[in-house]
């Protein structure tokens, strides 16, 4: 049981994961909707354009989610032209997954968004912040 006292604080902390996340997704949002795609879109591009070549397998480890809720959205990403899907060379049973041209140029915007806010933060808070910044989100992720 949390502390009465802490309470306060650490819901202050559960807000600021919230409208830090709004506000750090807002710029690919924007984005993202034009085209009719969403966040696990994003999220489908941002990772297979970090590791070409990704199985479809490691995809479904990596973002933790069903292979129905990846589906749909990856075949909307080969369809239109921003990923390709293709037998792996060394086995045929293996998908592999690549950004195209189209795909590489939408990541790119959509990331560079983020790449913006978090330089500007990291430039503005300093090194020493920027490092606990990523201790405290290791953290988080590892818990």
């Known amino acids: 049981m949390v502390n009465p ?9 559960i807000e600021l994961i919230f409208f830090s996340y709004r506000a750090f997704t807002s710029g690919p949002d924007a984005i993202l909707e034009k085209r009719g795609l969403n966040r696990v ?3 489908i591009l941002y990772f297979v354009g970090r590791d070409p070549g990704l199985s479809v397998n490691t995809l479904f480890a990596v ?14 990403l080969i369809t239109m032209g921003l990923i390709k899907n293709d037998k792996s060379h ?3 049973r293996v998908r592999e997954l690549r950004l195209t041209a189209a795909g590489r140029r939408l990541e790119a915007r959509l990331t560079g968004t983020q790449l913006l806010q978090l330089e500007s933060v990291f430039n503005e808070q300093g090194s020493k912040a920027e490092k606990y910044w990523h201790k405290i989100m290791q ?3 590892d818990d």
């Not at 973002?63 to 909307?76: D, G, M």
Request: aromatic share 0%; proline share 3%; hydrophobic share 30%.
């Open 5 to 13: 006292d802490r309470e306060q604080q650490l819901r202050h902390a």
């Open 139 to 141: 953290q988080l992720a």
């Open 41 to 43: 879109h994003h999220r």
């Open 90 to 92: 060394t086995d045929g």
């Open 63 to 76: 973002l933790q989610i069903s292979k129905q809720a990846l589906n749909q959205p990856l075949r909307q």
